[in-house]
């Protein structure tokens, strides 16, 4: 069971949302386990647990510009009385519904004092620590007075106080919801529960810092375009961008290793598929455990259609890929993506060998922006905008080419990436009938952005085009973005 705590407390810190080590993951074995000692949320955690008879729970403090984020729309629901925010994202909407935010500013009886100024003799703080949990760890408890009951009955007292209302109020927020957010002395806790494994608290956790990171951009320029920022939240965004500037340094620069095609075998498919699966989310082009990807390949008992399972990480693909048959007489059905109507579709209409799903969040954020003030469709413009929007990001050779097939002398055109909306289900938006057409249309595209929900990237013979797509396509529209900003910002005279 600690193996799997610190799993995912690992892919926490990997995926950039939180500093290594910090993360705390609880789970019940035989005994109350956790991801590491010594860390003070210890009593807190244990006592949510058992207020919910969940098995597992995380308490994590974001990072970067997602911490920026979540701290944003934190303060900015509790200054409008709301006690959630609301995801801007129809995938994350419909998984988390709303994200209650535990206001621990002014919760009762909690002492007057900030992190690491607190004054001998005052109470323990609960959450505290949680910036160097490994100098927690280091600390000999019987030698820190602060920390010791023994030498310090009164703290206990007041320190139990403080963990009683604070469990009290993240039982009840995540009785009804899988995670909500802690807001805390000008800083942001995560926190999530599992019914049955850690994993759902990571995958929790991961799509709260997805959605609010799209839902905080989208706002942003939503009021840019309304021309009513203020200079406080000029301000704000300068610093989460200068944030997410150093997240984007971290993730790699050079091309991912990916296997060209055609490829000779199922096996050697399905080693490509986990190859591209497992680069999607190295360069941040997903969270959680969204996203999916799919080959079409020959094989001497008839052309299969391979497709990663529901749920599946996508970093994690190994033994989790369903082979289902291309003239549609078997499937393993229940377990494979729930986006294999459409894959199907794609393959049966047009020239796709391969299709790489991500979450890429500037893609789904620029598709929540539609820039027509008198839109027909305005209120509905982030499902299904009734002025026809695309994305034209220029052209981008397949990573992994060798040079000489990309000098053939012409002019490479722009890349045409249609927005279409994908409800789920089957109706008239619904994604198995919207996006196979946008793929297809003009002898194949290379991409075409889900409303609010993602990129789908084709390749004709292996993932090297399909993942060259998904990256250059977010990397254009997280320019576009910022150039968006950067112009109405102008326009309304504040240059
Ligand atoms: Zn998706
Ligand atoms: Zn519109």
Sequence with gaps: MIDQLTKYAAKLAEAGLCAPGEPLLAAWDAELCFSHAGDARQPLAEAVLQGLGASALLLAEPTGACQGAMLALARQAREAGESAIIPGDCETRTFLHDLPVVDAETAPAWPVDAPGSRAPGAAADPLDGLASPLATALDNPLDNPLTNPLTNPLDNALDNALTNALTNALTNALMRRKGCIILRQGRVLMAAAGSVSPEQTFVTASSMAFACFVAYFAQYLAAARAGRLTAAQRDEFAH???????????????????????????????????????????????????????????????????????????????????????????????????????????????????????????????????????????????RSCATPRAVLAPAMPAWNTPAGDTATGDTPSPLLIPIVPGEVGAGPYGLCNTLPPALNDDGGRRGAIVYGHGLFATGRADFCEAFATLHGVERFCREEYFRRVAQLDKQSGAG
Excluded: W
């Excluded at 984007?248 to 591209?276: C, E, K, T, V």
């Excluded at 497992?278 to 799919?294: H, T």
């Excluded at 459409?342 to 799903?357: F, M, N, Q, V």
């Design 240 to 382: 989460i961008r200068t944030l997410l500037q150093a997240d984007l340094a971290r993730l790699p620069s050079a091309a991912p290793q990916l296997s060209p095609g055609p490829f000779a075998n199922a096996d050697q498919a399905r080693a490509a598929m986990i190859q591209a699966g497992r680069a999607v989310v190295e360069y941040g082009l997903v969270d959680s455990s969204f996203g999916n990807v799919s080959c079409r390949q020959n094989t001497p008992e008839g052309e299969l259609l391979l497709i990663s399972q529901t749920g599946s990480a996508l970093d994690e693909l190994s033994g989790l890929i369903d082979p289902c048959r291309m003239d549609g007489s078997s499937c393993v059905g229940l377990t494979a993506s729930s986006e294999y109507p459409a894959h199907k579709a794609i393959y049966d209409g047009g020239p796709a060998r391969a299709l790489l799903h991500g979450h890429p969040r500037f893609a789904v954020i620029l598709s929540l922006d539609c820039d027509k003030a008198d839109c027909p469709g305005r209120g509905n413009c982030h």
